[in-house]
């Protein structure tokens, strides 16, 4: 491999550790707000926990891809999404800033991959989609959020792409059974003050 190439391969890798001081809405276990890279690790290392169910998609890549565009422009929280029609254009135009040091072919698998993934356009798509939702709802009940957190929130959450298989269907029953739970202990705790 040529020097420009490796040298244009570390400037991506320097930009994308953007990604880790981008913060999102989720808090962690210890209370510490999440950063995207954090989600995106979680992400991967559930379709590893369950790849036996769906051997035959290859997910890993676009879970790291799905949100690498936020390295520049940050996370709008998924109860905001609403509000901001132009979040795909803009972390389109961000992940193409992002991969700008990257040889063409290069480029244009990651931008490809990440296409992908916003068009839920495969099986795989579709799949890390629900992985997405449900981790983002896991991390919601596992996390130690301010007292004003709206936990309904999760209950209508990414419903297209959870429901979808058996296997999120399930997955995603219990996460809810969680968070009816951590509503009923937050609205004890509104009535206790």
Known sequence: MDTANIKGRLDFLREAEKLKSVLRSAHTSTGRTEST?????????????????????????????????????????????????????????DLLHLTRSLQPGHRDAIMALWQEYEDAATP????????????????????????????????????????ADPLFAQVRS????????????AAQDASAT
């Open 174 to 185: 219990l996460l809810d059974e969680d968070t009816r739970q951590k509503m009923g202990a």
């Open 37 to 93: 890279a954090e989600h995106s690790w979680r992400l991967c290392l559930m379709a590893i926990a369950f790849e036996d169910q769906f051997a035959q998609l290859d997910m890993l890549k676009l879970c790291v891809i799905h949100d690498l565009g936020e390295a520049i422009h940050g996370d709008i929280p998924a109860v905001e999404k609403n509000q901001h029609p132009d979040k795909s254009a803009q972390e389109k135009a």
């Open 124 to 163: 795989e798509a579709r799949a890390v989609k629900a992985l997405d939702k449900l981790e983002t709802i896991l991390q919601h009940n596992q996390g130690i959020n301010p007292q004003d957190f709206d936990y309904g929130f999760n209950l209508g959450y990414g419903r297209k792409y959870t429901g």
